[in-house]
C-alpha cells in the first residue's frame, strides 16, 4: 500500500463519525426536497446547470466558458446567454454584476475570470439562484438562458439542464463523502442529473469503459492548456531556453496536476501551491520575488484562475514575466454535444411563455 493511499485511509478512519453526521445531515436535506416539504422551482429563465459531486478539480470553470460558447453561437449571439455563481470566496453578499474592472474580492475569481473570457457575456454573482435569475431576467429582458456553474447542489432551483462533471481519474465508486472523503454529495444522486460528462478523459479505451457506467447520457472531455497569454507582454519566444526555469504558483483544487502538466514545456525550479481560491498576501508576491531574482528564474507561471487574484499585485511584480497558462475543453466526439444541445433548445421549455413558469 502506498504512503498516498494509506493517508487516505487513515484520514477516513479517522474523521468517519463527522462523515456520517454529514451523511445524515444530507439524506435529510433530500428528502425535504423529494417529499415537497421543502420546494424546487424553475427560474424565470431556462437554466442549464453545471456541477460536480467531487469538491473542486473536475473543471466546472472551463466547462461553464465551453458552455457559454456553445449557447451563444447556437441562441444567435452573447447578449442571450448570461451566467449566474454564487461567487465563491467573495467578500460581499446579494447580487452583482460582474462587470470588466470588477475586483475579484467583490465578485469571486472564477466569474471574474469567466467574463474577462466572455466580455460579451452578462455574467452576475448571487447566493439565492432564483433571486439572481429573477433579476437578470428583469434586467437583461434579452437573456434566452442562463448557464450556472455551481447550482447542482441548490435545491431550491429546478434545473431545466443538468449537467454533472465526473473526473474519471476519481471515479464516485471509490470516493467517500466528506470530511473523510472528497464528496459533497451521495453517490445515488448521480442518477438524478441529465448529462454527465467525465472530464480528463485522455484514452479511447478509458472512454469505452466508462460508456458502460451510466443510463444517462454520457459526454467526454479533456482538460487542455491552451497557447500561453503572458499579462506582462514578454512571450515565451523571448527567452533564451527553450525550457525557461520558472517558478509554478497555483491555487486550484489540484495545483499538483497542473504543475505536472508544465514539466513537458517549463523547467520548475520551484512550486508554490495554495489551497483553492487563495487570496494571495503582499507576503507571497514578496516571497516569489525573493525566489525569482535568487534562483535567477525566467517567469512565473501560473493558472488563469489564480490571475485573477493576482492582478492587484501587477506593481509589485512589476519587471517579472507573469505567464497565464488558460485551461481549455477538448471534447471527445463533439457531434454528441452538438446534438444534447440542439435537442434542449428545441424542446417545449423554450416554448413556455416565461412570465408563467413556476
Same mark, same amino acid.
Given at each position: 500500500?502506498?504512503?498516498?493511499?494509506?493517508?487516505?485511509?487513515?484520514?477516513?478512519?479517522?474523521?468517519?463519525?463527522?462523515?456520517?453526521?454529514?451523511?445524515?445531515?444530507?439524506?435529510?436535506?433530500?428528502?425535504?426536497?423529494?417529499?415537497?416539504?421543502?420546494?424546487?422551482?424553475?427560474?424565470?429563465?431556462?437554466?442549464?446547470?453545471?456541477?460536480?459531486?467531487?469538491?473542486?478539480?473536475?473543471?466546472?470553470?472551463?466547462?461553464?466558458?465551453?458552455?457559454?460558447?456553445?449557447?451563444? $453561437?447556437?441562441?444567435?449571439?452573447?447578449?442571450?446567454?448570461?451566467?449566474?455563481?454564487?461567487?465563491?470566496?467573495?467578500?460581499?453578499?446579494?447580487?452583482?454584476?460582474?462587470?470588466?474592472?470588477?475586483?475579484?474580492?467583490?465578485?469571486?475569481? $472564477?466569474?471574474? #475570470?469567466?467574463?474577462?473570457?466572455?466580455?460579451?457575456?452578462?455574467?452576475?454573482?448571487?447566493?439565492?439562484?432564483?433571486?439572481?435569475?429573477?433579476?437578470?431576467?428583469?434586467?437583461?429582458?434579452?437573456?434566452?438562458?442562463?448557464?450556472?456553474?455551481?447550482?447542482?447542489?441548490?435545491?431550491?432551483?429546478?434545473?431545466?439542464?443538468?449537467?454533472?462533471?465526473?473526473?474519471?481519474?476519481?471515479?464516485?465508486?471509490?470516493?467517500?463523502?466528506?470530511?473523510?472523503?472528497?464528496?459533497?454529495?451521495?453517490?445515488?444522486?448521480?442518477?438524478?442529473?441529465?448529462?454527465?460528462?467525465?472530464?480528463?478523459?485522455?484514452?479511447?479505451?478509458?472512454?469505452?469503459?466508462?460508456?458502460?457506467?451510466?443510463?444517462?447520457?454520457? #459526454?467526454?472531455?479533456?482538460?487542455?492548456?491552451?497557447?500561453?497569454?503572458?499579462?506582462?507582454?514578454?512571450?515565451?519566444?523571448?527567452?533564451?531556453?527553450?525550457?525557461?526555469?520558472?517558478?509554478?504558483?497555483?491555487?486550484?483544487?489540484?495545483?499538483?496536476?497542473?504543475?505536472?502538466?508544465?514539466?513537458?514545456?517549463?523547467?520548475?525550479?520551484?512550486?508554490?501551491?495554495?489551497?483553492?481560491?487563495?487570496?494571495?498576501?503582499?507576503?507571497?508576491?514578496?516571497?516569489?520575488?525573493?525566489?525569482?531574482?535568487?534562483?535567477?528564474?525566467?517567469?512565473?507561471?501560473?493558472?488563469?484562475?489564480?490571475?485573477?487574484?493576482?492582478?492587484?499585485?501587477?506593481?509589485?511584480?512589476?519587471?517579472?514575466?507573469?505567464?497565464?497558462?488558460?485551461?481549455?475543453?477538448?471534447?471527445?466526439?463533439?457531434?454528441? #454535444? $452538438?446534438?444534447?444541445?440542439?435537442?434542449?433548445?428545441?424542446?417545449?421549455?423554450?416554448?413556455?411563455?416565461?412570465?408563467?413558469?413556476?
Amino acid at each position: 500500500m502506498t504512503t498516498k493511499i494509506l493517508t487516505k485511509t487513515l484520514k477516513r478512519l479517522v474523521l468517519s463519525p463527522l462523515t456520517a453526521i454529514y451523511a445524515v445531515a444530507i439524506v435529510i436535506r433530500h428528502f425535504l426536497y423529494d417529499s415537497g416539504i421543502l420546494k424546487s422551482q424553475s427560474g424565470a429563465i431556462p437554466t442549464l446547470v453545471i456541477g460536480n459531486i467531487h469538491v473542486g478539480g473536475t473543471g466546472k470553470t472551463p466547462h461553464a466558458s465551453a458552455f457559454l460558447s456553445l449557447l451563444s $453561437e447556437k441562441i444567435g449571439g452573447a447578449q442571450h446567454v448570461a451566467l449566474l455563481s454564487r461567487g465563491y470566496g467573495r467578500q460581499t453578499r446579494g447580487f452583482r454584476w460582474v462587470l470588466d474592472d470588477s475586483d475579484w474580492r467583490d465578485v469571486g475569481d $472564477e466569474p471574474s #475570470l469567466l467574463k474577462s473570457l466572455h466580455p460579451l457575456n452578462s455574467v452576475a454573482v448571487c447566493e439565492d439562484r432564483i433571486l439572481g435569475i429573477a433579476r437578470i431576467a428583469k434586467e437583461k429582458p434579452e437573456v434566452k438562458v442562463v448557464v450556472l456553474d455551481d447550482g447542482l447542489q441548490h435545491r431550491a432551483l429546478k434545473p431545466d439542464l443538468s449537467v454533472l462533471l465526473i473526473d474519471s481519474e476519481r471515479p464516485l465508486n471509490m470516493s467517500s463523502l466528506l470530511p473523510g472523503g472528497d464528496l459533497r454529495d451521495l453517490k445515488s444522486r448521480a442518477s438524478k442529473f441529465d448529462v454527465w460528462i467525465y472530464t480528463r478523459c485522455h484514452s479511447e479505451d478509458l472512454i469505452q469503459k466508462l460508456s458502460k457506467s451510466s443510463s444517462s447520457q454520457l #459526454l467526454f472531455s479533456t482538460h487542455m492548456s491552451s497557447a500561453s497569454k503572458d499579462l506582462s507582454t514578454v512571450k515565451k519566444a523571448s527567452f533564451k531556453s527553450d525550457k525557461p526555469r520558472v517558478l509554478a504558483v497555483s491555487g486550484i483544487a489540484s495545483p499538483e496536476r497542473f504543475i505536472d502538466g508544465l514539466l513537458d514545456s517549463w523547467t520548475v525550479v520551484r512550486r508554490q501551491s495554495y489551497p483553492d481560491h487563495y487570496q494571495f498576501k503582499s507576503k507571497d508576491v514578496s516571497d516569489w520575488v525573493t525566489c525569482i531574482r535568487s534562483e535567477k528564474l525566467d517567469a512565473i507561471v501560473t493558472t488563469a484562475k489564480d490571475a485573477e487574484r493576482i492582478k492587484p499585485y501587477t506593481t509589485a511584480l512589476k519587471g517579472i514575466p507573469l505567464i497565464v497558462i488558460p485551461i481549455v475543453v477538448k471534447w471527445h466526439q463533439k457531434e454528441a #454535444l $452538438e446534438k444534447c444541445v440542439d435537442e434542449w433548445l428545441q424542446s417545449t421549455i423554450f416554448a413556455k411563455d416565461i412570465a408563467k413558469r413556476k
